[in-house]
């Protein structure tokens, strides 16, 4: 069954780094283009960043440009998401969703989320 | 960026009833929209893409419209397991971008 899994929340300090990532399975991942998109608590949702299947393409929201990078290990089935000079407005649940093949831009697939909170 | 208002932020209504929520663009957008379902502790799901287009697995109860703007996702007779919060998100262009939600909660 295809999923995907994510890891790497928690609890840390506003300026501080943290690197979430998305285990995918029961799929061939390096077809397709992969997102992130985040949702704080009783807010909509927000989208982060997108890559390419092969990595080469990225585009990332500006509340997060030059502080956030988005890559993947296609031989790994893994995307990451790395988050530097975290600030309290980037506390929210991230999640991984999956482009469909149709419109790389629709979200097919998505996991439930790992929870990031920034504070001191 | 294109921004999604989405009416009613909620609404509560019984099984069987029928169901409209609308989602309003800044700007034209064509077909690009997308709405989805999420419910709590549960992944969220895909319900429509192109606007009208129901993605496979998706209950033929749900369907979804456009004029204009203007896009509407209907449920023609709701079930127990429809109740949820419903965001569509528009795919023309970047920042990708969600309305607000509705809450469809039980009367």
């Known amino acids: 069954q295809a999923q995907l899994v994510e890891s790497g929340g928690g609890v840390v300090q506003p300026g501080r780094s943290l690197r979430v990532s998305c285990a995918a399975s029961?799929?061939?991942?390096?077809?397709?283009?992969m997102h992130w998109v985040r949702q704080a608590p009783g807010k909509g949702p927000e989208w982060v960043a997108v890559?390419?299947?092969?990595?080469?393409?990225?585009s990332y929201a500006d509340s997060v440009k030059g502080r956030f990078t988005i890559s993947r290990v296609n031989s790994q089935n893994t995307l990451h998401l790395q988050m530097n000079s975290l600030t309290t407005e980037d506390t929210a649940k991230y999640s991984c969703?999956?482009?469909?093949?149709?419109?790389?831009?629709?979200?097919?697939?998505w996991g439930q989320g790992t929870m990031v909170t920034v504070s001191s | 960026a294109i921004q999604l208002t989405q009416s009613p932020s909620s609404l509560s209504a019984s099984v069987g009833d029928r169901v409209s929520i609308t989602c309003r663009a800044s700007?034209?957008?064509?077909?690009?929209v997308a709405w989805y379902q999420q419910k709590p502790g549960k992944v969220s799901k895909l319900l429509m893409y192109?606007?009208?287009t129901l993605e496979s697995g998706v209950p033929s109860r749900f369907s979804g419209s456009a004029s204009g703007t203007d896009f509407t996702l209907t449920i023609s007779s709701l079930q127990p397991e429809d109740f949820a919060t419903y965001y569509c998100?528009?795919?023309?262009?970047?920042?990708?971008?969600f309305g607000g939600g509705t809450k469809v909660e039980i009367k």
């Open positions: 969703a999956r482009a469909q093949g149709l419109n790389g831009d629709v979200f097919d697939m």
């Open positions: 029961g799929f061939t991942f390096n077809s397709y283009a």
């Open positions: 890559i390419s299947y092969d990595g080469i393409y990225k």
């Open positions: 700007q034209g957008i064509g077909s690009a």
């Open positions: 192109d606007a009208s």
């Open positions: 998100q528009q795919f023309n262009n970047y920042p990708l971008t």
